[in-house]
């Protein structure tokens, strides 16, 4: 009996072990950016989930606060984004940003992200409420980037 327990008690440690494992390594990889949008702060960055990420999305440029053009496409984004829940990948994970952005001062998180399978940048891009940042993108989102008269 005593070999049976013991063989129980390495068997739940093991799984322990495991799912400190595999907790720690997720709190690394894109995986963990996902939630739904708690505040948007302008037309290119929110607060994600309850951890409230700072996330900035990848190639999107922004118009000075109190603009026309900074209220109406913060709107859009808050519209985007709406309720779903939203994937993110951190630059440097495969995104269209990697290895331009460097080391940025402060707790923002620079992503390329997702809502139900579409790309948020792209989505802003179409609609045009803003302009590619191509010194960060390259050209990535050309296909889809025109920046409206009307907003730039």
């Known amino acids: 009996m005593k070999q049976f327990s013991a063989s129980n008690e390495a068997r739940s440690w093991l799984i322990v072990g495991l799912l400190v494992l595999i907790n720690g390594v997720s709190s ?4 963990e950016l996902q939630g739904k949008a708690i505040q948007v702060l ?3 960055s929110f607060l994600l989930g309850s951890e ?10 922004y118009r000075p606060e109190g603009s026309e053009q900074f209220n109406e496409s913060k ?11 939203i994937q993110c990948r951190r630059e440097g994970e495969g995104t269209p940003c990697d290895g331009r952005i460097g ?7 620079y992503a390329q992200c997702f809502v139900d399978g579409k790309d948020i940048a792209e989505v802003i891009f179409e609609a045009g ?5 191509l010194n960060y993108t390259k050209g990535f989102y050309s296909r889809s980037a025109r920046c409206s008269s009307k907003l730039w």
């Open 52 to 61: 409230k990420w700072h996330i900035a999305l990848c190639g999107v440029s």
């Open 75 to 85: 709107h859009f984004l808050e519209k985007t984004l709406g309720e779903d829940q």
């Open 129 to 133: 409420y803003s302009c590619e940042m």
């Open 28 to 31: 690394t990889n894109a995986e």
């Open 42 to 44: 302008n037309q290119n």
């Open 103 to 109: 080391n940025m001062p402060g707790d923002i998180i």
